[in-house]
């Protein structure tokens, strides 16, 4: 990486920068890539494309941010031909349409796993957080009720408990092995069993939440997992059950969750993710069996340096020919 | 425990019960023994227990509720000279004055280890909730400035973390395998070096903090511990530094941890225990870097009940003249 000494500096490769305005990692970029930022031109995205595409030597590879600012579909591939790899910012790639690159042959590279320590480290602070109410009676506490009202509502243990995780990826793995330490009892639904785990394996979501006091989240996003959580799901998990979602917000039919939320059909839920965030259903933000957090779990100081080296990588070994390191499609 | 059928009912023995208004408890106890409650009795302390010294048969054991309601000192002792036997409804017992329990041949007996996975998940919580600004970034969202404000600010990870656990008892062991599971990297203070575990021990609390990016405070209070985390400790945890109290309130200088708070000399706190409590510095309650919850860590549903019957077995125990259960003076 970078130029040896007394060799002539490289023409350094042109990379598309897709983010949403305010996000980080664009200076460590420029020292590597020459970067067309979407923010930064101050362009509409057609217009920001086409000025891009009619470069003399338009760029090959894009960066592309989850969260939904763009999805890279065939309009957009259609508007800057010369893409040849899609970089994702996030593990997920529900942003980008797979398909559409296979077709045409280019190739995509997710986070691999530069975010999954934090994530499943955020997901059980949210667990425990919902599960002993910690940020509900820290608004007790804030309000000044503890002196007028005395002890705050009991909450329930974590010890014991059965949590069902909905995808044993490398997050959901990590997320089992923190719950396993405080005494909880895994059990999984993902596309097969894992041989590498005992966890107990469900092969239909229903029937894990049946045995769950505690859903927890973890999956890609995509077809087979879109609204994976639906009503029927959050009734087997019942008046007593927890749902925990740091993987999409579209995986939960979340009408249904306000809905179960608001009638007491579940207990509980800690949400980072949202169908239509940064949109929050407004139901939610008045209920204290709730803690919400804006798709923070993959946001650490560390995690944002990591990735940045990590997209850095990617694009080098794609402009140099090497395999991608952490291919969606290679 | 019971009757045997057939057999008379026995007399239940009278036992003081020592509680906080609306604190739980009495039911089961009413059941075993002949209680008298310094709630409902609705008389000051010194009536009742001028009261119930003056029974025919006088109570020869109490339960002393935790949280400082009433210190079991020889003024206490001295109104109910046949108290022969003090039970805490806590795990510490600084609120029973154990010097003066030995020279009476008090014997005192705790709560043992029903509280301390739940302290010890609660702790945890706590962690991840300040290193991550979890409660933080919840105001943020309900508050509804996700849309209008964009991504949070960042927090940071939990692995890697140099975390120092001051008193490796029962949940001090508890806390370090949970954060284990996170990665962190375990150092701990206590009152000498445990053979049984392999993280690094500090004789000084001021070398520990030194060494520490997160301080967790464990231990009994007790004239040792008072003010353990002092002006010197915070500062030698330094700017990054991050302390969690699931112990006593006094065992931080709690005026010295608000000012350094203050100060940013260090980074946040995650607080269950306050010197005064119900009593909270107010300069804490606007602050985004500190977790605040209201002596909370002991309590669920689970130990709630657990404690209920471990009290009923130490009680039972004394009364047959039997070992107790968890005697911290036999």
């Not at 994530?119 to 425990?128: E, K, N, S, W, Y």
Request: aromatic share 6%.
């Amino acid at each position: 990486m970078g130029t040896t000494a007394g060799e002539p500096p490289a023409v350094h490769p042109a990379v598309l920068f897709i983010r949403r305005p305010g996000a980080p990692f664009s200076n460590a970029m420029h020292q590597r890539f020459r970067v067309l930022d979407s923010v930064a031109s101050g362009e509409p995205l057609a217009a920001f494309l086409a000025a891009a595409a009619a470069k003399p030597d338009p760029p090959r590879a894009a960066v592309i941010m989850g969260g939904g600012v763009v999805r890279a579909d065939a309009s957009f591939l259609d508007a800057v031909l010369s893409i040849r790899c899609l970089v994702s910012t996030a593990a997920g790639v529900d942003h980008i349409d797979l398909a559409e690159c296979a077709r045409r042959g280019v190739a995509v590279a997710n986070s691999g796993t530069v975010y999954s320590a934090d994530v499943a480290d955020h997901a059980v602070g949210m667990l425990v957080d919902v599960i002993r109410r910690v940020s509900a009676a820290e608004r007790f506490v804030r309000r000044g009720l503890w002196p007028v009202q005395g002890d705050y509502a009991l909450g329930s243990t974590l010890r014991g408990k059965r949590v069902g995780i909905i995808g044993l990826g490398n997050i959901g793995s990590l997320i089992a092995k923190r719950l396993e330490a405080f005494g909880c009892v895994i059990h999984y639904n993902s596309r097969g069993p894992k041989d590498s785990v005992a966890y107990k394996y469900f092969p239909d979501v229903h029937d894990l939440a049946s045995e769950s006091e505690v859903l927890v989240v973890a999956c890609a996003l995509n077809k087979e997992t879109r609204h994976v959580v639906s009503k029927d799901v959050l009734e087997a998990l019942g008046t007593d059950g927890i749902v925990i979602n740091i993987g999409r917000g579209a995986s939960i039919d979340e009408a249904e969750l306000v809905i179960a939320l608001k009638e007491g059909r579940i207990a509980g839920a800690g949400l980072d993710v949202f169908e239509n965030e940064p949109a929050v259903p407004s139901d939610l933000l008045s209920m204290d069996n709730v803690v919400l957090t804006p798709h923070s779990a993959v946001f650490t100081l560390e995690s944002r340096s990591d990735l940045c080296e990590h997209l850095i990588c990617n694009l080098e070994a794609f402009f140099s020919g090497k395999p991608l390191l952490t291919p969606v499609l290679p």
